[in-house]
């Protein structure tokens, strides 16, 4: 019988194997970087055997791989890895936050969201192989490429390929001390505008009409909705080239959450009914991608304790919750499929110039990782 505890886990091989993958940068808006990116995981995983195919990409975005490990049950539904090889950092990262280790921490652009996590499924995958251990079902990695814009172009194969298997397995950052996810928050992204009327900024002032500072009022609007049931945010905002011009044109996006499907949908309706196109300074809100509620089923909670029972074989009292920030996951969970998110490595600084993992769980978690893998059935 396989022992979790005894699995020949190297904690200082994967930190060298990851490095190439945190050194090869690949924000999700780069394409081509996101490719190169591709092509390191895709050697990775033909070296363990596994028959790599390459979907191309659409939207502008960058590819997907799907590999799928031999097996001689292969064609039946089977287990899913699902990642994501797409970061928020930009090409030039590197260089202001370098791959480094200091004592039980290590850093890099991606480690944790969600290169480390990946790494570790494909190093538990090769654990089980050079020890015998054959998996019970057949094994597929489904990595994409623009996750942490919410999966606009992916979705559809996501939620394809899952629908063929029997299990959902998603590395994404571990919670602290052991703990899983098991549902996550509904969330809803917009796409806002503001219309101004140009002027000179200098002579003609008053002749203008400011997009940008309507801008300004809306957001503030926006973001004083936020309650504890949905949550509302501007991250990301555009506008002006000529400070001796009034602004014509200001774009933003904004960012709403909620634990239940119907607040989010609450407040869907809330920001819609913030359109204005015939004021002096027109104001446009479109609804962009979402990612629905997921909350945790009989398979889900199932494949929890498993994975809680391996996690106490190696003396960690695992737990779980339902997570704010979405994943891939959302999707699967939604559609009611045995889905254990949060299965990755443990850090934090996530999106940050200090994202860095705990080094030890990249052993720990590879096992957990491991022992789901060579148990389902």
């Known amino acids: 019988m396989m022992k979790i505890a005894d699995l020949p886990f190297d904690a200082e091989s994967m930190l060298a194997g990851l490095r190439p993958w945190i050194e090869c940068e690949s924000p999700t808006f780069d394409a081509a970087a996101v490719n190169r990116m591709m092509d390191v995981a895709s050697r990775d995983l033909a070296l363990m055997g596994a028959l790599v195919e390459r979907v191309p990409g659409r939207m502008?975005?960058?590819?997907?791989?799907?590999?799928?490990?031999?097996?001689p049950r292969?064609?039946?539904?089977?287990?899913?890895?699902?990642?994501?090889?797409?970061?928020?950092?930009?090409?030039?990262?590197?260089?202001?936050?370098?791959?480094?280790?200091?004592?039980?921490?290590?850093?890099?652009?991606?480690?944790?969201?969600?290169?480390?996590?990946?790494?570790?499924?494909?190093?538990?995958?090769?654990v089980l192989?050079?020890?015998?251990?054959?998996?019970?079902?057949?094994?597929?990695?489904l990595l994409t490429s623009d996750e942490e814009i919410g999966s606009p172009s992916t979705r559809?194969?996501?939620?394809?390929?899952?629908?063929?298997?029997?299990?959902?397995?998603?590395?994404?950052p571990g919670l602290k001390d052991g703990g899983m996810t098991t549902g996550r928050y509904a969330i809803a992204r917009f796409d806002l505008a503001?219309?101004?009327?140009?002027?000179?900024?200098?002579?003609?002032?008053?002749?203008?009409?400011?997009?940008?500072?309507?801008?300004?009022?809306?957001?503030?609007?926006?973001?004083?909705?936020?309650?504890?049931?949905?949550?509302?945010?501007?991250?990301?905002?555009?506008?002006?080239?000529?400070v001796n011009c009034v602004s014509s044109r200001a774009v933003a996006e904004a960012l709403s959450m909620a634990k239940r499907q119907e607040d989010l949908d609450a407040g869907v309706a809330k920001?819609?009914?913030?359109?204005?196109?015939?004021a002096e300074v027109a104001f446009e809100v479109r609804r962009g991608v979402t990612r629905p509620v997921w909350e945790p089923g009989e398979?889900?909670?199932?494949l929890f304790e498993m994975a809680k029972g391996f996690a106490a074989e190696l003396g960690i009292e695992a737990w779980r919750q339902s997570?704010?920030?979405?994943?891939?996951?959302?999707?699967?969970?939604?559609?009611?499929?045995?889905?254990?998110?949060?299965?990755?490595?443990?850090?934090?600084?996530?999106?940050?110039?200090?994202?860095?993992?705990?080094?030890?769980?990249?052993?720990?978690?590879?096992?957990?990782?491991a022992g789901l893998l060579a148990t389902l059935e």
């Not at 398979?299 to 199932?302: I, N, P, Q, R, S």
């Open 194 to 242: 503001t219309v101004g009327k140009p002027s000179h900024a200098g002579a003609r002032l008053a002749d203008g009409r400011s997009a940008i500072r309507e801008m300004c009022r809306k957001i503030i609007e926006i973001e004083a909705m936020t309650t504890e049931d949905c949550t509302f945010s501007v991250g990301v905002l555009h506008a002006g080239q000529w």
């Open 299 to 302: 398979g889900t909670l199932a």
């Open 323 to 369: 997570s704010g920030g979405g994943s891939d996951g959302n999707f699967t969970g939604a559609m009611g499929l045995a889905t254990l998110d949060g299965l990755g490595v443990e850090g934090a600084g996530i999106h940050t110039l200090d994202e860095h993992i705990h080094v030890p769980t990249l052993v720990s978690r590879g096992k957990v990782m």
């Open 129 to 141: 192989a050079r020890i015998g251990v054959a998996t019970k079902l057949p094994v597929t990695i």
């Open 60 to 71: 502008g975005r960058g590819d997907c791989v799907r590999a799928r490990l031999p097996h």
């Open 74 to 126: 292969q064609g039946e539904p089977g287990i899913l890895v699902m990642a994501h090889l797409d970061t928020v950092h930009p090409v030039g990262t590197i260089n202001v936050l370098p791959f480094r280790r200091e004592g039980d921490r290590a850093w890099g652009p991606g480690l944790c969201d969600m290169k480390g996590g990946t790494y570790l499924s494909f190093e538990a995958l090769r």
């Open 271 to 278: 920001m819609l009914a913030l359109n204005a196109p015939d």
């Open 156 to 172: 559809d194969l996501i939620e394809a390929e899952a629908s063929r298997h029997r299990y959902i397995l998603v590395p994404e």
